[in-house]
């Protein structure tokens, strides 16, 4: 057994105890487990599912697993939408009566993220998580974070793990908090306000390039699952050497975690480019504009699971490619390159004037 440094990662369905309670079970069983599986879908690697608590699911994933962590908010991110994405769905779709139809919508989502140190133990399928970190990204899920803020669902960070992310709380918008538990005293965590940041991610216009609209379009199947393969794409490093640059850095004055606006300049040998994401969706997508060589361009970046070959949630250690990380174990890695704002709105602005004019 080696004691390893990392992050610790839970979801917790808010309500999911009086929902069960005060529902016909029939319904409410259904409405949870599509709940329950939407969460599921989006833990990939190199989260691993430890374990389950009740409604909650305890992940964790080794600081070796990632080359750029502060990746661990957008899983956070990517989990809430498709959370409040499938409620919304299902309230939509549902002309039931019942107590678990009508009062769906008190449920909502709580995700927790702490650093530090464990021991992995093997028990059958299961890891079981050991240590005084992990007692602690337990005990987080007991808090005043709905007394103090009046928040069912957010993102809770501790202050170790934003350290551990290089992440600054104030430029992320994340309120300060503090909690005190038996043993450790003040701990400090920090707040994302989850369904703020939904609201924003619904009111936004995409922009997205098309297979059918793009001017010009490659593809290749790489061997890891698509969080990974965000992880190699997004690094500075491995941009230089997938693209032959002399240098890179980020131009925008933000700093921290990289969105919408994040830009970048790229000194090549055969001249400079420079380009600033106008859509960011990983691992989904990317889209950003692109110019240099005296062509403007809008590109967007797909990192799909390779469609036929999903492997079962419980093959971690999948039999395709034998790596730790198989879950899914090859991914679409698609660039499309298209000249006219492709949202679909039949606007055809020249992409020097995206996103969509229309909205
Ligand atoms: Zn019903």
């Known amino acids: 057994m080696n004691i390893e440094n990392g992050y610790f990662f839970i979801s917790d369905i808010t309500g999911y105890t009086q929902f069960l309670v ?3 079970l029939d319904h409410a069983k259904e409405i949870l487990d599509a709940l329950f599986d939407s969460i599921l879908d989006r833990i990939q690697s190199p989260l691993v599912v430890s374990g389950t608590q009740g409604d909650a699911i305890i992940c964790y994933a080794p600081d070796a697993a990632f080359h750029q962590p502060a990746q661990l908010l957008d899983v956070m991110e990517r989990i809430y939408y498709s959370f409040r994405r499938l409620l919304e769905f299902m309230k939509l779709n549902t002309t039931c009566n019942c107590d678990a139809c009508v009062n769906m919508s008190t449920l ?3 995700i927790f993220l702490h650093h530090g140190q464990y021991l992995v133990q093997q028990i059958g399928t299961q890891s079981d998580l050991q240590g005084r970190d992990v007692i602690l990204a337990h ?4 808090n005043r974070v709905f007394e103090k803020l009046g928040l069912r669902g ?6 170790r793990a934003l350290q551990a992310m290089g992440i600054d709380p104030v430029a992320e918008g994340m309120l300060a908090h503090m909690e005190q538990y038996e043993h450790y005293g003040t701990v400090n965590v920090h707040i994302h306000n989850l369904p703020a ?3 924003r ?6 922009t997205v390039v098309t297979a ?4 010009s379009y490659a593809g290749a199947f790489v061997p890891v699952p698509p969080w990974i393969a965000w992880d190699y794409a997004s690094n500075m490093d491995m941009k230089k050497l997938f693209y032959d640059l002399e240098s890179i850095e980020r131009t925008d004055a933000e700093g921290g975690r990289e969105k919408i606006g994040t830009s970048f300049h790229c000194h090549h040998k ?3 480019i420079s380009y600033v994401y106008v859509d960011y969706q990983p691992p989904d997508y990317v889209t950003y504009k692109g110019s240099g060589f005296g062509v403007t361009s809008l590109v967007t970046v797909r990192i799909a699971p390779a469609e036929g070959i999903q492997h079962p949630r419980t093959s971690w250690n999948g039999y395709c490619c034998r790596r730790q990380h198989s879950d899914r174990c090859r991914t679409q890695f698609i660039i499309i390159v298209g000249d006219r704002c492709c949202r679909g709105c039949g606007c055809r602005q020249p992409a020097e004037n995206a996103p969509c004019a229309i909205g």
């Open 201 to 206: 991610e619904r009111e936004r216009n995409r």
């Open 22 to 24: 005060h529902s016909e």
């Open 270 to 272: 055969m001249g400079d």
């Open 108 to 110: 909502d989502l709580k």
């Open 197 to 199: 940041a939904w609201q």
């Open 139 to 142: 005990l987080l899920m007991k």
């Open 154 to 159: 957010y993102g809770l960070v501790t202050e």
């Open 212 to 215: 059918e609209e793009a001017t």
